[in-house]
C-alpha cells in the first residue's frame, strides 16, 4: 500500500471528519479471461483500519483496470487515445464526427467502452499519419461548423510542418554522422535552426537573393566564422558541386519551418528568390556571428550569381577538393575574405 495523499475531510467509513490518506494499491483479477494486475486508488481510515472506494474511485478504478487490459492485449490506453485527440486539439464530440463513429464513441473510449481492433487501429494511424487525419477532416467538412474546422485545419497544418521539419533534422543528422569529429563540419554539431536564423538574416540584407547565392554566402560565413573562431556557425557539411560549395543535401533546407521564397518558372528552370519570413522572430545569431554575415554579405551581396561562382572556384577549398567531395574547414585559413 503506497500513501499518494493526506487531506482533512469527512470519512465515509467512520463517519468522522479526520486526516483521510489516499493511497494505491496493487490488485490482481481475471478480467474478460485474461490475468490483469492494476493499481486501484483507495481512502484509507486510519481510525478503522479500513479501505473505502468511494464513487469518485470506483470510477478511477474501473479506468485503471480496463487500461491494464488493453495493456495486455496491445490496445490503446484511454489516456493514449485522450493523447492522440488533443495533438489535434479536436473535442471528444468532433472526434468522433470527424471519424464518422457517431458522437459519444470517443466519450466512452476514454472513460469506460473498450475499443475493439478496427478502432484501435485507425486511431493509432491517426497518431502517427498526420496527412491522414487531414484527410479524414477535410472529408468530414461538412460535419463540423466553418468555425472548428478551420481551427482543426490550421493545427493539422502546424503538425504537418513540425512533422517535416523534425524528419529532415533526422535525415540530415543521419546523412552528415560520418563526418563527426573530423575536418569536414567545422566543429559544430548541426544546428538546423540556427542554420533557418541565418537564411532569414540573409534575405533580409541582400537584395535578388536567389539559391545558389544563397548556398555560397552559407559556405563563406560557416568558413569564415571558422577562420575567425576555430569552429563554424551551423554544424552543415559542405560538398564541392559544379556551381560551387553547397551544403550536402542542400535541398533540404528548403522545406524547412520559416525559410521562405517565392518560386518563378524560367524559359527551362524554375528560380528560386529567397525573403524573409514574415513576423520571424526568433534569432539564435550571437553578435559576432552578425558580425561575420555582415562581413560576407559586404563582400558579396552586389556581385551577381556568375561572379561568386568565379570567387568560389578561385578559392583553395574548392579547387583542392575532388568534385562531390566534402571539403575541409582546414582550408578557411586561405579563404579570400579577410
Not at 500500500?1 to 494499491?25: G, Q
Not at 470510477?59 to 490496445?75: G, H, M
Not at 521564397?261 to 552578425?290: G, M
Not at 554579405?297 to 552586389?302: C, G, L, M, N, V
Request: charged share 30%.
Amino acid at each position: 500500500m503506497e500513501k499518494l495523499s493526506r487531506d482533512m475531510k469527512f470519512c465515509h467509513a467512520c463517519l468522522k471528519e479526520h486526516e483521510v490518506d489516499t493511497v494505491a494499491v496493487t490488485e490482481e483479477t481475471i478480467f474478460r479471461g485474461k490475468p490483469v494486475s492494476f493499481q486501484a486508488v483507495y481512502d484509507y481510515c486510519s481510525n478503522l483500519d479500513q479501505l473505502l472506494e468511494t464513487e469518485e474511485l470506483i470510477k478511477i478504478n474501473q479506468l485503471s483496470l480496463i487500461d491494464a487490459y488493453r495493456k495486455e492485449v496491445n490496445l490503446l490506453t484511454s489516456d493514449e487515445i485522450r493523447r492522440i485527440r488533443e495533438k489535434y486539439g479536436v473535442s471528444q464530440k468532433d472526434f468522433s464526427e470527424i471519424l464518422n463513429w457517431g458522437e459519444v464513441t470517443i466519450i466512452r473510449y476514454e472513460n469506460h467502452q473498450i475499443q475493439d481492433q478496427a478502432h484501435d487501429e485507425v486511431m493509432r494511424k491517426i497518431g502517427t499519419d498526420t496527412q491522414w487525419f487531414k484527410e479524414l477532416l477535410v472529408s468530414a467538412r461538412e460535419r463540423l461548423s466553418e468555425k472548428r474546422f478551420k481551427k482543426y485545419l490550421d493545427i493539422v497544418l502546424q503538425q504537418m510542418a513540425l512533422n517535416k521539419s523534425s524528419y529532415i533534422e533526422s535525415f540530415m543528422e543521419a546523412s552528415i554522422s560520418k563526418y563527426d569529429g573530423t575536418e569536414y563540419n567545422g566543429g559544430t554539431s548541426l544546428q538546423l535552426p540556427l542554420v533557418v536564423d541565418m537564411i532569414n538574416y540573409l534575405a533580409k540584407k541582400v537584395d535578388n537573393l536567389f539559391e545558389v547565392k544563397l548556398m555560397k554566402l552559407l559556405f563563406y560565413a560557416d568558413f569564415y566564422h571558422y577562420k575567425m573562431a576555430g569552429k563554424g556557425i551551423s554544424g552543415l557539411v559542405y560538398m564541392a558541386l559544379p556551381m560551387g560549395a553547397a551544403p550536402d543535401n542542400y535541398r533540404c533546407l528548403l522545406d524547412l519551418e520559416n525559410v521562405n521564397f517565392i518560386e518563378k518558372q524560367e524559359a527551362d528552370f524554375i528560380s528560386r528568390r529567397f525573403v524573409p519570413t514574415a513576423n520571424y522572430q526568433s534569432s539564435l545569431l550571437s553578435d559576432f556571428h552578425k558580425l561575420i554575415l555582415d562581413r560576407v554579405i559586404e563582400a558579396f551581396k552586389d556581385k551577381k550569381t556568375d561572379e561568386i561562382v568565379i570567387s568560389m572556384h578561385n578559392e583553395d577549398a574548392y579547387k583542392n577538393t575532388s568534385f562531390k567531395e566534402p571539403i575541409s574547414y582546414n582550408y578557411a585559413k586561405t579563404l579570400s575574405i579577410d
